[in-house]
T-cell receptor, first 109, second 111 residues
Framework: RKEVEQDPGPFNVPEGATVAFNCTYS??????FFWYRQDCRKEPKLLMS???SGNEDGRFTAQLNRASQYISLLIRDSKLSDSATYLCVVKVGNTPLVFGKGTRLSVIA | DVKVTQSSRYLVKRTGEKVFLECVQDMDHENMFWYRQDPGLGLRLIYFSYDVKMKEKGDIPEGYSVSREKKERFSLILESASTNQTSMYLC??????????FGSGTQLSVL
């Protein structure tokens, strides 16, 4: 069973749309959760951490459901510049981060 | 801002060659990592290091070795390059292990 699973997409959405990605993780001992963003032919960069109470950063909202072991990312009012691959990431103890394979988003004019 | 520098953006090597990929970070981070990224397979951890002279195998260490003689430098070595090692190689560093800073990657082609 894969440790972090994501729908690979692509999600093709028009500008201004709201889009949501989910991610499930298998290790119930996972302690920390993140979303990274990777633009085409670029390196991944941290987008936001995910907290138990949920957190928002501008148009982006991240939620964590520990009972069901899933994480979500909601993007409101999508922009062309949001087109990227979004990587779900979890951390267990002192071990290295575990990356999902990513969900590709294309925002279309 | 943290800078993680990988020595080459593109590299072409022949099968059987010994290949060195260099990575340097300028923020005194304790932790350094080497990943490879392939279409459909995502990021896969090759080796990591939490201190100078320390190294740990990741998920796919076969065919690779690493060296960390100085805190700021983490080298990935392909002892005898093979075509299935053609990939994008990404180095990363972190202090607490949560926020990773990646280099811009080395696209290695083994012919």
């Amino acid at each position: 069973r894969k440790e972090v699973e994501q729908d690979p997409g692509p999600f093709n959405v028009p500008e201004g749309a709201t889009v949501a990605f989910n991610c499930t993780y298998s290790n119930s001992a996972s302690q920390s959760f993140f979303w990274y963003r990777q633009d085409c032919r670029k390196e991944p960069k941290l987008l936001m951490s995910v907290y138990s109470s949920g957190n928002e950063d501008g148009r982006f909202t991240a939620q964590l459901n520990r009972a069901s072991q899933y994480i979500s990312l909601l993007i409101r009012d999508s922009k062309l510049s949001d087109s990227a691959t979004y990587l779900c990431v979890v951390k267990v103890g002192n071990t290295p981060l575990v990356f999902g394979k990513g969900t590709r988003l294309s925002v279309i004019a | 801002d943290v800078k993680v520098t990988q020595s080459s953006r593109y590299l072409v090597k022949r099968t059987g060659e010994k290949v060195f990929l260099e990575c340097v970070q300028d923020m005194d981070h304790e932790n350094m990592f080497w990943y490879r990224q392939d279409p459909g397979l995502g990021l896969r951890l090759i080796y990591f290091s939490y201190d100078v002279k320390m190294k740990e195998k990741g998920d796919i260490p076969e065919g690779y070795s690493v060296s960390r003689e100085k805190k700021e430098r983490f080298s990935l070595i392909l002892e005898s390059a093979s075509t299935n090692q053609t990939s994008m190689y990404l180095c990363a560093s972190s202090q607490g292990g949560e926020k990773l800073f990646f280099g811009s990657g080395t696209q290695l082609s083994v012919l």
